[in-house]
Structures are given as C-alpha cells and as structure tokens.
C-alpha cells in the first residue's frame, strides 16, 4: 500500500534548510542568539537542548509563524525569512496534534489539497492513501475528539505530509503521548521518513529519541549550536562540557597526565583528541559503560556503593570514592546482586582512548546530565 | 440576566468520586459498620436537598404550572362555573395581542441578529487587541449592562436622544434636524427600543461569545498557514465552523433574552407600545373584560412555549462545542 | 484556488510581516484598520448615553450651566428613602435567605449526594429561561387564591403575611428563585475549586467533626464565591423592576420609573450611580476573587 503513497509523494529530495546567524529576541530574552546550522537534503535532523534554549523558536522561524530578528532562514539557498508562512510549503507537525475539530480525519488530511484546489475524489483518494501510510485506514471517517492521543498524532502527520512538503517539521510531536505509543510512533516516523526522503527537522527534548531517530543531532544551548553530528559521535565525541553532559551521562574522573595518556586508578589510558601536557591535572570524560567495576573481595576498594537502580538489562551503580568523588558504572542486571548498597568495590576502565578537559573548564557552565 | 451562568454550565459533571465519601472513611475509623453508614447517609443526604426541592416547588414550579393551566381554564360571567377552554389561547392569538406578539418577535429578532453580529465582531476586537486589566474592564462592564441594565438603561437614552434629550437638542438647535420627522427615529418606539435594547444585547453577546474566541486555538490558525491557508480562507474554513455552534447559540439566547426583556422598555414606553410582556402586566393587573381574567396567563404561556425550545436547542449546542475549545 | 495567486495570501501575515525585524513584540500588538474601526465605533455607541445622560443630569434649565443639584439632593428627594430602604431590606434578605437556603445545599450535593446534581442544575437554571413576568403572572394567580379558594385556610393567612406588613416577603421569597441561577454557579465554581473532597477528607481524618469541618475548613475557603454570590443577588435584587413593579411595589428601580415622570434629571442621575456602583463594585470582586470568579460567574 505505502509504495502508492510513496510514488505520489515525490518531494524531490534535496531540499536543504539553513540558518545563518540567525537573532530573535524577545524583551530580554534572546531566545535565538547567532543560529548557525545546516540540515543537509533528505536528512533528520533532530535538535536537541535543554527547556528554553530555542528550539521551538528555531522550528517556527523555519515555519515562518515569526521572524528573525537579524540574519537568514535559507532554504535551497533562497532566503525565505520575509516569505510568509502559507506560501513556504513546508508541513508542520505540533506538539498539540492541532487538528481541525471540525473535521474528519480524512478531511484533516485532505485540508491542504483543498487549498490547492485539487478536485474532491482526487484529494480523498490521496488523503486515505496518506492515512494508510501512518497505519489509520481504519479510523478515515473519525472526527479528532474521537480519537486517541496517538491517532490523532498520526492523522497530524498525514495531514503535514499531504502537501508533498519540501520540509517536514515536527516539534515534540511525541511528547504528550505514553512511552509504547511515542517507541511506536517514533519508528513509524523514521520509516516514513526515509521511505519519503524528505528533509526533516525534528525538535525534542528527550535524547534518546534525537539519538535513536536522527541521520544527525543538533545540540542547543542558550540560543546556540553546541555541536551538530551524528548520534554515535555526538556520545562518544562530545565537543563542548555541555554537550557531554546533556547527552547521556558522562562521569568526570580526576587524573593527572603522564607520558603516554592518563592516569586512572591504577590504568595508563590513551587519550583522544588534544593531549594536554605532561603533568597536568585533568578530568577524564568516561561514560558510566566505560567503567568496570569488581566486587572487592573483603578489602577496602576503591569505592563505596551508594545506590543501585535497575535499568532492565543493566543497572546503574552510584557509588563514592573515599575523597567524596561520585562515580557512576553500569554493569549486566545479572551481576547485579554483586554490588548491593554498602558494598567495596574496585574500579577500573574500559582500556580505549578517552576524552580529557583540563581542570580548569570541566565544571565550567554545564547542566546535570538525565539518566 | 441569563446566558453567563449558562456560558459555562456545559457537561461537565463530573461522576460521582466512589472513594472520596468522606463520611464513610470517618465511620470506618470509628469502627462502625461500613453498611449501615451507607445505608443511614443516602437517605440523610436525600432529606438534606428536601428544603431546596420544597422552596423550588412552592416559589417557582407552582407559579409558573397555575399561569400554563389556568391558561386554559375559562370561568363563565353567569354561571360561575370554571372549565376547560381553548379561547383564552386563542384570544391572546389575535386582533392587539397578536400585534403585541409580532412585534416582541420582531424586537427580538432584529436586535438578536444585530447583536450577535456586532457583538461577536466586537468580542474579537476586544479579545485580539487588549491587554488583561483593559479585558477585566470591559467584561465586567459588559456584566453589568447584559445583567444589572434594565430601567437604568431607558434612561440613559431618555436623557440623550429623548424628546428633550441632549442629542435630540442639539441636532434640533444648531443643524435644524428633528429626530423625528427627519431621521425617522423614535426612541419611543420600534426604533428606539431597538436601539436600547441594543444598549444590553451586544454586551450578553460579547459575554457568551469571549470564551469561544478565547477557545479558539493559535495552533489552528497556525497549522492552516502552514498548509497554505491564507488568513481569510482559515476563517472560513477552520474558524467559522468551529464557532458556528457557539455563535447560533449565543444569537438564540439573545433572541429570548430580547423576548422576555421587561422593565427597560416598560421604563421607556411607560407600558404604552405593543409587546408581550408589557401587555401580560396590561391584563393582569385587572382592566380587562369579564370573561377574559386567563388572557394574560394565555399569553405567558405563549411565551413559554416560545422561549423553552429555543433556550433547550442553545444549551444542546452550547454543550456540542465545549469539548472543541477546551 | 486563492491561495496559489500571488495577491490574495498577503493578507495572511501581513501583520508579523510588517512588523520588521526590530520589533521585540511580535503579532496582535498593532491593531489593524478594522480593529480600531470597531473599538471607536461600538465606543461611541456605549460611551455616548453615559455621557449624554451625565450632561443631562448636570444641566442647569433655569439659569443655564451646570449644576449638581440632581445629586445633591438624592437623599432628600420625596420617597426616596423610602424605597431605597426597601430595596435594601430586600437585598439583604434575599442574600441571606438563598445563601441559607443553597450553601448546604450546594455542599451536601457535592459531599454527598452528586447524583441529584443535574436535576438541581436544571432547577436553578430554569428562572434564566422563563421570563419573570410569566413567573409574577403565576404568583399574582396563587395570590388571587387566599382570598378564594383557601379562604379561611392558614395558607390564605400565609399569602396575607407575605403581602402585607413593612415587608414585602412575597418579594424577597421569589427574588431568592430569581437569583437562583447566580447562587448556583457562583457556589458550583467555587465548591470546584477548592476541591472539597480533599478538604472535607483531610479535615475528618485528623479528627474534626462534621460542623467543625463546614464552619472551619468548607465555608472559608468558599468566602470569595459565597462574597460572589451574594453580591449578584444584591445587585441583581437592587436593579429588579418586573416583579415589583407589576406586585405593586416601590423599590428603588420602580421608583425611578415613578420619578422619571416628573422629574427626568433625577432618575437620570440615579440611573447613572447604580451603573456605575455596580460597576465598580462588579469590578472589585472580579479583582479580589482573581480570573476565576468572572469568568464563570458573571
Ligand atoms: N512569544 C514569546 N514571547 C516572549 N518570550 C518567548 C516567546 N517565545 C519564546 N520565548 C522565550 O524564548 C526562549 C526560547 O523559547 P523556546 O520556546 O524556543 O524554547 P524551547 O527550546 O522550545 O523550550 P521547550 O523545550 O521548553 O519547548 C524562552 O526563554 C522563552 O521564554
Ligand atoms: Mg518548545
């Protein structure tokens, strides 16, 4: 059935968004402060940030509900920052479903064929082919209030891909639906998207969901990129303290440099990237994986367990070393009993290159990372 | 007085809460049986709304039930005995009072219509430009005059376009113009009651209609231009059948609220022009023919029967639209 | 279609358009031609009785100019008094009596009855749909009976009772149904708002009793929609001409009317203060009780 939809929805790949220094201020708050980014054709790219760092602001200047204050919206390198939002073609997803309450989902869908005078049969006819598309043949005749909060989700996303747009925008389309829905949905959406190729910016706040979904990931913080890239890079390379935080859980291990890395516990590891020099003192960035922890066998260890959450397949480990230091493992739930609160433990890491900030910036500006 | 209370009465009610009996937990703590507790508490709840249920029947089911039936009973001149008839009915269907009926229909109509109409696209205007000190003001100034206006009202006109109102000698002294016989205007009149009733109309409308514009989504409008909509095709194709309902509504209660309005205009005509209510406060206050004591409680019951469905279809609509605008 | 030609989607985002890039506030700021046309023309139509009647009130017939005398000498005004005394008797005891009567009411329907809740909802909006003069034209019939049908019954000496005497409670008892209405949804809000399952709950397991929790812990945290209530119903009583004026009556909007006849300047003026008291005091309430209060009560 999808191939259908697929062959009439021809986006003509390559449509490409950029900002270029984009401002936009409101009162005090510079919502946008210098937006450069670059979303390729054909890519998802999701953006990522932390509540308030302008996101949403980003998509609805890309959307054309508001302008920049200073700089450009480009897309196919045509600035579009004056064009208003009903003739820039591009296919709005919000996080508030807001479907037309007086329509049926077929009707939703078919809305912005009637603004582009497609004749009646024809538009129902690609209106159902769209709805089968997001898994909603059953439901054509239901009106919005008839339907749950995923349904109504996906007739959005049928209705924002019923006009072959050349952008597709979803901001926190997930966010107001439970966990097994938005999973569901979220696969759903990829798929359509790369069946579709059409360029797609996708806000979230939620990280595993920009790292699961996008081609590339775009961290926002304070109304700037931090670092744009893929999700595996993003995790294993963070480019900015921040960054390292937001995404994932990053521990910040005190060590000193010798020659040939850094010294960890009782381990020398390389270091990647910009080696700082010899003899300084630096944080080592470690992901809670990349620690491994044994039990210590009725000897002090190296840490103390506080606290053991379950995760499903593994746990976390909280623990404290002597000097206060928090340090946060995981290991297999199988082992789990290993490790109960109060336990010794010995410590080491994963033998690859590591990541290392000087002292001096480790703290510097960053926020709790989520689990 | 009317539509506001209603303006918010939609479904909302909201199943009775099983666990949050409070009397209940309170006999569990003591001890005593749960069963018992149920069984004593229904019928003390049922004996509590007794003298609500007595006040009503007495003070308002039993007035307004006498006016229907006895609009039907006729006491005879000569024998004195008293039986069922159709003639009160029809009676108040013909020669004065069925001017006084078209002419209430008329009045309602026309001011429901136009102050639905300027009172919806005042509420937008209200709604879309002003801050929430400014809407505050004019909500409850609204609240006043849809509600509190009445006599007060009729003079407000009586001093201003009256026959020795300011407008009236203003316009006569320096532009020469009589609002009379120039203008065809008579506050004292069809026109003028228009005109006044106005004054209270398109403030109930701006009350009903606000929080169906304020319901009215920024998500819609933006989710229409993003399809390509522009503004007016938004309106006409997203915002005007989501308010339609609404607006329908409002204009009904406009139209019984017109048709049952009382004191501005007895203020203003001194009971003197043609309209139901006027003429069933006429006739029940005794100079009427032998034989014709039950026209005025005909003529109430014409009313009824004319208010009750429309107020019934308001409230169905009314109830249709909530679950869009919230 | 319209939205493909080049002209016709200017209109869509005119606005945010034009509103450049310095601006910081963006959208509904600028009120657009037809907006303003609007506020300036339905302002003329509400402000210019007000004015026109204030002019009125203030003119001097004799020697020209102006003068207060019309507001000066309300209070001196023959009947006057009287009435306004009337009005006031009636508006206090009908606040008292339809709190009295629908505050349990109210309570015990949430607490402890919900089931009867439609049934009371109907019942208390009802007086919105049947006009008052349908409704005096009924208890001018039932009056009619004490003197008939139940002559020499207690009732025709109730019916008696409530007519007559220094104060009309015919009056107050069927103002209490009139504002009905009012009560209900001022109580219904309020009683929803503070969510008196909760309280009444928390109240009894900590050991209160039952009137300890209505007078401590209900009726406080129910003052400002109770205040509501009862300031409609007063405004509501103070303003009433139907029923009065058709039962005969002279309370303060029937005498008004009685005074227009002959002296307009005063009803004028009398006209313009209840406006504006009410007003202002409408305002008041709507300020202490916060947005809530208005928008569901007014
Ligand atoms: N219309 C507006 N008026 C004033 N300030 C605004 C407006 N829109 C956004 N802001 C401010 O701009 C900043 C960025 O807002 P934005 O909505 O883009 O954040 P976001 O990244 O989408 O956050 P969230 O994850 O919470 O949705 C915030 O500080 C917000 O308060
Ligand atoms: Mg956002």
Redesign the pocket.
């Given at each position: 059935m999808s191939s259908i939809a697929l062959e009439s929805l021809d986006t003509g790949t390559g449509t490409t968004v950029e900002f270029a220094d984009v401002h936009r201020v409101?009162?005090s708050?510079h919502?946008l402060d210098g937006l450069d980014l670059k979303v390729r054709p054909g890519e998802l790219l999701a953006l990522l940030?932390?509540?308030?760092?302008?996101?949403?602001?980003?998509l609805r200047l890309l959307a054309g509900f508001d302008q920049p204050d200073a700089g450009s919206v480009l897309v196919d390198g045509e600035d579009v920052s004056r064009l208003p939002a009903n003739k820039r073609d591009m296919g709005m997803v919000f996080q508030s479903y807001s479907l037309f309450p007086t329509m049926s989902a077929v009707d939703n869908v078919a809305f912005g064929l009637r603004l582009r005078g497609r004749g009646a049969g024809d538009r129902r006819k690609r209106a159902a082919e769209l709805l089968d598309l997001v898994g909603l043949s059953e439901h054509l005749k239901k009106f919005p209030h008839q339907m749950s909060g995923g349904q109504q989700q996906r007739v959005a996303l049928a209705r924002a891909l019923a006009i072959s747009p050349r952008v597709l925008l979803l901001d926190?389309p997930l966010s107001a639906l439970d966990a097994k829905v938005r999973a569901q949905l979220r696969d759903e959406i990829r798929r359509i998207q790369l069946e579709l190729g059409v360029t797609t910016v996708f806000?979230t706040?939620d990280q595993e969901e920009a790292l699961s979904m996008a081609d590339r990931v775009g961290v926002?913080r304070n109304g700037r990129l931090e670092q744009c890239a893929a999700p595996a890079e993003l995790y294993q390379r963070p480019e900015t303290p921040f960054v390292a935080e937001f995404v994932g859980t990053m521990n910040r291990l005190p060590g000193s440099m010798v020659p040939g890395g850094v010294r960890l516990f009782t381990q020398v590891v390389a270091v990647d990237g910009v080696v700082p020099p010899a003899g300084s003192d630096v944080r080592a960035l470690l992901r809670p994986e990349a620690v491994l922890v044994e039990p210590a066998g009725g000897q002090p260890g190296d840490a103390i367990v506080t606290t053991a959450t379950f995760f499903g397949a593994v746990t976390r480990l909280r623990m404290t070393q002597p000097d206060g230091q928090e340090i946060l493992a995981d290991v297999g739930s199988h082992r789990a009993a290993d490790f109960p609160a109060g336990a010794q433990v010995r410590i080491s890491v994963l033998d690859r290159p590591v990541l290392v900030r000087p002292e001096s910036e480790a703290t510097a500006g960053t926020v709790p990372g989520r689990a | 007085m009317t539509a506001q209370s209603r303006a918010g009465s939609s479904s909302e009610w909201s199943p009775a809460r099983p666990t949050a009996d409070p009397g209940q937990v309170h006999e569990l703590a003591d001890g005593s049986a749960p069963i018992v507790t149920l069984k004593r508490r229904r019928s003390y709840a049922w004996l509590g709304l007794t003298p609500f249920f007595l006040y009503i029947a007495a003070f308002f089911i039993l007035p307004t039930g006498t006016v229907l039936f006895s609009a039907f009973r006729k006491t005879d001149a000569g024998t004195g005995v008293t039986s069922f008839t159709g003639s009160n009915v029809s009676s108040a269907l013909h020669g004065v009072y069925f001017t006084g009926i078209k002419n209430s229909l008329t009045l309602a109509l026309i001011t429901g219509v136009v102050g639905a109409l300027v009172g919806l696209v005042l509420a937008w205007a209200i709604v879309s430009s002003t801050g929430n000190v400014l809407t505050r003001f004019v909500s409850t100034a609204a609240a006043v005059l849809a509600n509190f206006g009445g006599v007060p009202l009729a003079f407000l006109f009586i001093a201003t376009v009256g026959n020795s109102g300011l407008l009236t000698k203003a316009l006569a002294d320096h532009f020469h113009i009589n609002l009379n016989s120039d203008l065809h205007f008579d506050l004292y009149g069809i026109t003028g009651l228009e005109l006044v009733y106005l004054y209270f109309q398109i403030p109930l409308m701006v009350l009903v209609i606000t929080p169906a514009l304020e319901g009215l989504k920024p998500q819609w409008q933006e989710a229409a231009a993003n399809l390509g909509a522009t503004r007016w095709q938004y309106w006409r194709h997203v915002g005007a059948p989501i308010l339609a309902p609404n607006v329908l509504g409002a204009a009904l209660l406009l139209f019984c609220s017109g048709f049952s309005a009382y004191a501005t205009a007895d203020a203003l005509t001194s009971g003197a022009f043609p309209l139901i209510p006027l003429q069933i406060h006429a006739v029940i206050s005794g100079n009427v023919l032998a034989g014709m004591e039950n026209l005025g409680d005909a003529l109430a019951l014409i009313m009824v029967v004319i208010v009750v469905p429309l107020m019934v279809i308001y409230q169905l609509l009314q109830r249709r639209t909530t679950r869009w605008l919230r | 279609m319209v939205a493909l030609t080049p002209t016709a989607g200017a209109g869509g985002l005119a606005e945010t358009q034009t509103g450049g890039p310095a601006t910081s506030s963006?959208r509904r700021r600028r009120p657009g031609i037809g907006r303003g046309l609007v506020l300036l023309i339905c302002g003329i139509y509400f402000i210019g009785p007000l004015v026109g009647a204030f002019w009125f009130s203030i003119q001097d017939k004799v020697h020209g100019g102006v003068q207060f005398s019309a507001y000066a000498h309300v209070f001196s005004a023959v009947g006057f008094s009287d009435a306004f005394m009337l009005s006031l008797k009636l508006g206090i005891g009908t606040v008292l009596i339809s709190l009295l009567l629908m505050v349990p009411t109210m309570l015990l329907l949430h607490l402890r009855a919900p089931k009867f809740r439609p049934v009371v909802e109907t019942l208390c909006l009802m007086p919105l749909v049947i006009p008052p003069v349908v409704l005096v034209a009924g208890v001018g019939v039932v009056l009619a009976w004490g003197p008939n049908q139940l002559a020499g019954t207690p009732l025709q000496t109730f019916l008696n009772a409530i007519q007559s005497g220094k104060t009309p409670w015919v009056l107050i008892l069927e103002y209490v149904v009139l504002t009905l209405p009012f009560t209900y949804r001022s109580l219904d809000a309020g009683i929803r708002s503070v969510d008196i399952h909760t309280l009444t709950e928390a109240g009894l397991n900590l050991g209160a009793g039952w009137g300890t929790v209505t007078m401590r812990i209900l009726l406080p945290s129910l003052r400002t929609s109770v205040l509501n209530a009862a300031f409609l119903s007063f405004a509501l009583v103070f303003g009433e001409y139907t029923v009065a004026s058709i039962l005969q009556y002279q309370p303060f909007a029937v005498f008004i009317v009685a005074a227009g006849q002959t002296e307009g300047q005063l009803s004028t003026s009398l006209s313009l203060l209840s406006l504006l008291i009410t007003w202002l005091l409408l305002l008041l309430i709507s300020l202490l009780g916060g947005r809530n209060s208005t928008k569901v009560d007014i």
């Open positions: 409101f009162g708050t919502a940030g932390p509540s308030g760092c302008g996101k949403t602001t980003a926190e806000v706040h926002m | - | 963006r």
